[in-house]
């Protein structure tokens, strides 16, 4: 897949979605218990809208054809029941890609929640999401009123150029994932804004917080640290972000 920085993210998300999803079938490429949230059962995806400089998983995003091990809703679920079961773990998750690229990913999503939660009642699923398909498809937030479900909405930048450089999407796409978070907390579904506050100065990360409030967002800002693998800052000094 051949791409030209800044890219259209919603046009990348079509071709991603029609390469990793066949039918109800997501591509995964391992399931695995996390020490994150202190023990989380996950399933590694492949795929994403975006291109984000510092994604541990870039490579594997950049070009997720290469991947050919599909499963079904009832078999991910089965995979991630498993581990939780062996690990003591009541907390779930898709990672290393983003669950939600299109319909077809998301109703994949819906279905493994369905399941999860009728197998283990005290689940909660963490969703980590971009929150792009969600602000582009305002319709769709109130099918995911799950009592388990957690929505973690990963902002890529602070405002509209340092997304830009983040994700390698074009710029007016930055607002989406604040217009995915006013939606769900219409809809009464818990969400939280998170940002990989390392990359930012003080001064930006509070005036990232005031665009939040005059979105009618009343959640607060989560700050996560980088992981600097050799090739995430390879990435990030191309993008200079660094």
Same mark, same amino acid.
């Not at 930055?174 to 506050?197: C, D, H, T, V």
């Given at each position: 897949?051949?791409?030209?920085?800044?890219?259209?993210?919603?046009?990348?998300?079509?071709?991603?979605?029609?390469?990793?999803?066949?039918?109800?079938?997501?591509?995964?490429?391992?399931?695995?218990?996390?020490?994150?949230? &202190?023990?989380?059962?996950?399933?590694?995806?492949?795929? %994403?809208? *975006?291109? %984000?400089?510092? %994604?541990?998983?870039?490579?594997?995003?950049?070009?997720?054809?290469? *991947?050919?091990?599909?499963?079904?809703?009832?078999?991910?679920?089965?995979?991630?029941?498993?581990?939780?079961?062996?690990?003591?773990?009541?907390? *779930?998750?898709?990672?290393?890609?983003?669950?939600?690229?299109?319909?077809?990913? *998301?109703?994949?999503?819906?279905?493994?929640?369905?399941?999860? &939660?009728?197998?283990?009642?005290?689940?909660?699923?963490?969703?980590?999401?971009?929150?792009?398909?969600?602000?582009?498809?305002?319709?769709?937030?109130?099918?995911?009123?799950?009592?388990?479900?957690?929505?973690?909405? %990963?902002?890529?930048?602070?405002?509209?150029?340092?997304?830009?450089?983040v994700t390698g999407a074009r710029k007016e796409y930055f607002s989406y994932p604040l217009e995915a978070l006013r939606e769900m907390e219409k809809q009464n579904i818990e969400a939280w804004p998170a940002l990989m506050g390392d990359l930012f100065t003080m001064e930006q990360i509070h005036g990232l917080e005031q665009k939040i409030k005059d979105f009618g967002i009343?959640?607060?800002?989560?700050?996560? &640290?980088?992981?600097?693998?050799?090739?995430?800052?390879?990435?990030?000094?191309?993008?200079?972000?660094?």
């Amino acid at each position: 897949m051949e791409l030209k920085f800044p890219f259209d993210p919603l046009e990348r998300a079509e071709e991603v979605e029609s390469q990793v999803m066949k039918g109800n079938q997501r591509l995964y490429y391992r399931f695995r218990g996390a020490r994150y949230y &202190g023990g989380i059962a996950t399933a590694d995806a492949v795929g %994403c809208s *975006f291109l %984000c400089a510092y %994604c541990w998983n870039y490579y594997r995003n950049l070009n997720p054809a290469r *991947f050919h091990n599909f499963y079904s809703p009832h078999q991910g679920a089965s995979k991630l029941l498993d581990i939780a079961r062996k690990k003591s773990y009541r907390l *779930f998750r898709i990672s290393g890609a983003e669950p939600l690229i299109g319909e077809s990913s *998301f109703s994949h999503l819906l279905e493994v929640l369905k399941i999860i &939660g009728r197998k283990q009642p005290r689940a909660l699923f963490i969703l980590e999401t971009n929150g792009l398909f969600l602000g582009t498809r305002p319709d769709l937030v109130a099918q995911m009123n799950y009592t388990q479900l957690r929505v973690r909405v %990963c902002l890529k930048g602070v405002d509209e150029e340092s997304f830009q450089r983040v994700t390698g999407a074009r710029k007016e796409y930055f607002s989406y994932p604040l217009e995915a978070l006013r939606e769900m907390e219409k809809q009464n579904i818990e969400a939280w804004p998170a940002l990989m506050g390392d990359l930012f100065t003080m001064e930006q990360i509070h005036g990232l917080e005031q665009k939040i409030k005059d979105f009618g967002i009343h959640s607060s800002l989560e700050l996560e &640290g980088l992981e600097p693998y050799p090739f995430v800052i390879k990435n990030m000094k191309k993008r200079k972000l660094i």
